[in-house]
């Protein structure tokens, strides 16, 4: 504790020590302190009774600063690995960054990222939005003189890894399968999937819930439960949809998508016809990089406007709703049953 007070010792994100490693600065960005627990993201500044809290010495915590920031976080040594001095203009919390990198500038918009799990956020502009509904209020990103722009986010911890699951109990021998096998019926035949073997997140928040399969009749085969599970997917995100309009009071127009699951355009329809909204996934899926290249590049000037932005961000394939709103929902109403059934269920004996 001494050593920290006499400041001898630093702290951070991961973005922090990359930046001090890469500038002599220790320094980070709104939305990568506004993850730390540390951060009030209402002053905008490392919070006295937090840090009094967990015991932690404001000397040891990086400067924040704007994520795209025309002042610089410093440079690069000309003498290091670069051999160059480049300036480091900015950085993005990961989640933040996909945000950024769809162009989702305007309180309204919207984006989701398919990975293992999927992150869901919408722009909420400058207002925070405590949610009533089991999401997170974070800080989404902030250019230099202007105001911070929040965000509402719903974590869904098993989206991906369902599909790999899957493949893991021999029910598919490779990802890209699924989408014809699900084709191939036109239903899952009453079978519903709950992917929740860690839990659920957003916004049911239950760490006792678990895996569940319900339907199932001797009549079952492996493309129901393979459909069960891509219509699991966009069941979980329409429960985050709906939690964000609620606590947004902005209705969702379209939801930009990214990340290895959204290549399924089975499962990219499906979730359109979900949700009942429009749905576009864009040429570069690597939303993050892209979007933390779009944050240095305005603070340097490579691109001088947010308009610019939106024109270098390409759509690859938009997707509307085909299935009836009546469908949908009761469709939907069926997995909140099968939801009700997961919960609750890992107890200790």
Known sequence: MERAQDGE??????????????TGNNITDVSNASRTMLFNINDMEWDDELLEEFGVPESMLPEVRPSSDED????????????????????????????????CFDAGDAKNTYGTGSFFLMNTGNEVVESE????????????????????E??????????????????????????????????????????AF??????????????????????TRREHIVRATLESIAYQT?????????????????LRVDGGAVKNNFLVQLQSDIIQTDIARPQVDETTALGAAYAA?????????????RDNWQ????????????????????WEDAVERSLDWAREE
């Not at 309009?245 to 379209?254: C, F, K, P």
């Not at 759509?315 to 939907?332: C, G, I, Q, T």
């Open 9 to 22: 010792l630093m702290m951070g994100t991961i973005d922090a020590w990359l930046t001090y490693n890469l």
């Open 72 to 103: 610089y976080y410093g440079y690069t040594d000309a003498d290091g690995f670069l051999e160059a001095e480049v300036p480091v203009a900015g950085a993005l919390g990961d989640q933040q960054a996909a945000l950024f990198g769809q162009t």
């Open 238 to 254: 329409r429960d985050v949809a709906e939690a964000m309009q609620a606590d947004s009071g902005v209705e969702m127009t379209r």
């Open 154 to 195: 719903g974590s869904i911890f098993i989206t991906g890894a369902a599909i790999e699951w899957l493949e893991d109990v021999e029910l598919i021998d490779d990802p890209t399968e699924t989408a014809e096998l699900a084709r191939s019926i036109d239903s899952t035949d009453g079978v519903y999937m709950v992917p």
């Open 315 to 334: 759509v690859d394939r938009e997707f509307s709703p085909e299935m009836d709103p009546n469908k949908a929902d009761k469709l939907h109403n069926r």
């Open 297 to 309: 590049g305005l603070a340097v000037g490579y691109w001088e406007t947010l308009d610019e932005l």
């Open 198 to 219: 860690t839990g659920l997140g957003a916004p049911h928040w239950d760490g006792r819930a678990r895996g569940t399969i319900v339907g199932m009749t001797r009549g």
């Open 133 to 152: 509904h089991g999401l997170l209020t974070t800080v989404g990103f902030q250019r230099t003189g202007e105001p911070v722009q929040y965000a509402l």
